[in-house]
């Protein structure tokens, strides 16, 4: 074992048990684990008890991570559903994404001033509105069930609306990405990645042929996720090395592919049980090891109340304005606004894109841990509330 | 996302798939799956396809799969088997490991000239003694159950005999190893292994008796495979870092400290996905990575000939031999002989530690496969003869 090797095995021992010992921390204070995993990363970071350096290795670790978190977020869409409520829910996903794209942005402006189309500030902002688009649903998924109401129609859309918002906020980032490039010609980024998901759906094709004959033949057996991961792999390396497409999207991508299969349950179980055992919690964990809190100043952290406050609101206005508008009840759109305001590992992951392209600072994490944070908590509270008695005179 | 976290993204991809696919050839020829993905590595590596060079972050990918090998190993001790048949399995093992360390360490002589204690050839023939000792008795065990007989008297005494003979043949590696340094002082050596083994069970003690608390707090919570998990990381680490034994020993010795906890199984479980989805197929591709079949000739041709009989004929004679003398039967003597025979995951680590000690070319590695491939496909033919009718006149 050479020097190395020991290094990356005795961080990979700090990081596993931190992160656990964090998220189950977390999870007592009634706050995501990923909080508590994110938190541990911080402590054991350059900020705090210097324990562990970021590296190479724990970056490509990391991503791994990612990939496999974004892959099961793709594998989790449940198709039959999203047709029974597709159009509503695709509306509200629309302007579910737009809304705090824009708010965001300009909230961005507001604070650092407004910037000239193309310049790196410019894309700041539009990164910043960015990672106010993608709704986490795995909270409101939770408290609706123990609600007893996660078959009802207001929860079927709000699950249905969260998937797509993940979709058109990972073509918004890809998007953006694409435009960042200062030699990026417009039209051939806007080409390239519809090329990607033409060639997505064309592959996507034949291998859902594919695994749909290995499903039916060799139903829960190990080729099944093992080869759905390299599907994730593959498509996550063609998408970044061919299309200029974020990665992530080649592993969502293929997670969609899959998602319609017998045993996509299957497959995301297995690949949660990597995920939870190693490649989260240094995926989670890296994210506080990048944060430097000693560039946190106050200037940072108004503004990290602004962001929370706004990310929260626009999507209550965003997602609940057009169900209102779509003739659901005030109380029912109240319900899909509040549904749709969590926010999880999609933004997290959206956050590490625009930092890996620097055009964010690491103090800025602050903002995108906190509106997670507070809006897994306000969420559930909120929207008990709205299904009690009570409120039935809203 | 950088080059170089593409190139491990791209590299996984090919891995798992080539690995997955010739695993499962490997299976229909009757020859184990790691045979296979052995075989994947070789054809993807420099030898042949050049998909895949073998990286320094591969390495250290196949270095944790070896540590989940390892301490998956040591889990799947059974303490109460072993306390029931352990005096007579003891003797089985020792004997079984003393004639093939014997046998495989005067095979490299002959073939490579007797060399004085403490050269490198001295060393280099005492690994490939050591790489003949480790039974691998999945393919054994998977034969007794087939046949109905894996709680017998025969078949108790050979699993336990078989992780008996792991301990003592990690223990006669991590003694070799100590011994190499060229500054070794023999006595310190065998000091700091013995001080390595206090600590453990004493750390192992400690940690039991918390985990016990935890597995019966919160059985099958997903805390106790990862806390489990990082014990496996942290003895690896101490184990290299602070006492210069092998990595591999310290993650066995987690196992065997977590073996005796109700979830056990369940930690084996966990682990198991995360080797065979992705940490398996990179330490047995990797293997293939590293062997270079433009070295192989006939001289290695005819050294991987005999080392496979003498590695199957120590064994029958070392294990079947001593339980003769123990009074078995001379049946029941010959079906122990021929149930330790089989080797697997252990020889190969083995091998790969004499591997990066320089104390191996990696022509040698064909060798080690040719005896995996043989003496699985044998042992199950000659188990089955052994147990029919036909075979009790012996």
Redesign the interface.
């Known amino acids: 074992?050479d020097f190395?090797?020991?290094m990356?095995?005795?961080d990979?021992?700090i990081i596993?048990?931190f992160a656990?010992a964090f998220g189950?921390l977390a999870r007592k204070c009634k706050v995501p684990d990923v909080a508590g995993e994110i938190i541990a990363g911080l402590l054991i970071g350059p900020s705090v008890l210097k324990l562990v350096e970021n590296s190479?290795?724990l970056?490509?670790m990391a991503?791994?991570g990612v990939?496999m978190l974004m892959f099961s977020a793709g594998l989790s869409t449940n198709m039959r559903q999203l047709k029974k409520t597709g159009l509503k829910a695709t509306v509200i996903a629309a302007i579910g994404v737009t809304v705090p794209l824009i708010a965001g942005t300009l909230l961005y402006m507001a604070f650092y001033g407004r910037a000239g189309l193309g310049s790196d500030e410019f894309y700041k902002s539009l990164f910043t509105g960015s990672i106010l688009t993608a709704t986490s649903v795995s909270i409101t998924a939770q408290t609706l069930k123990d609600l007893g109401k996660i078959k009802d129609e207001v929860a079927t859309t709000i699950m249905s609306a969260a998937i797509i918002d993940d979709v058109i906020g990972i073509m918004v980032l890809t998007l953006i990405i694409g435009f960042k490039d200062p030699e990026a010609q417009p039209l051939w980024v806007l080409a390239k990645t519809l090329l990607f998901f033409v060639f997505a759906a064309g592959v996507g094709f034949l291998v859902y042929k594919i695994f749909k004959f290995f499903d039916k033949k060799y139903p829960h057996t190990?080729?099944i996720?093992?080869?759905g991961?390299?599907l994730a792999?593959?498509l996550?390396?063609i998408a970044?090395?061919f299309f200029g497409v974020?990665?992530i999207t080649g592993a969502f991508a293929a997670g969609v592919i899959l998602c319609s299969l017998k045993d996509s349950d299957y497959i995301t179980r297995?690949?949660d049980?990597?995920s939870?055992?190693?490649f989260g919690?240094v995926f989670f964990c890296s994210i506080g090891l990048k944060t430097d809190l000693s560039t946190l100043d106050t200037n940072v952290l108004l503004f990290s109340v602004f962001f929370v406050i706004v990310g929260m609101a626009a999507k209550i206005l965003g997602c609940g304005g057009i169900a209102k508008i779509m003739k659901y009840s005030a109380r029912d759109s109240l319900k899909i606004g509040v549904g749709m305001m969590t926010r999880g590992e999609v933004a997290l992951i959206v956050a590490q894109r625009c930092l890996?392209f620097e055009l964010m600072d690491g103090a800025y994490f602050t903002s995108v841990i906190l509106l997670i944070i507070a809006s897994s908590i306000i969420t559930p509270l909120l929207l008990k509330f709205l299904y009690t008695e009570k409120a039935k005179s809203l």
Do not use: W
Request: net charge negative; with cysteine.
């Open positions: 074992m190395d090797t020991g990356v095995i005795r990979l021992c596993t048990i656990k189950l190479d290795y970056s490509a991503e791994i990939i190990r080729r996720p093992i080869m991961l390299a792999f593959g996550s390396y970044d090395e974020a990665d297995k690949m049980v990597n939870y055992m190693i919690p890996s």
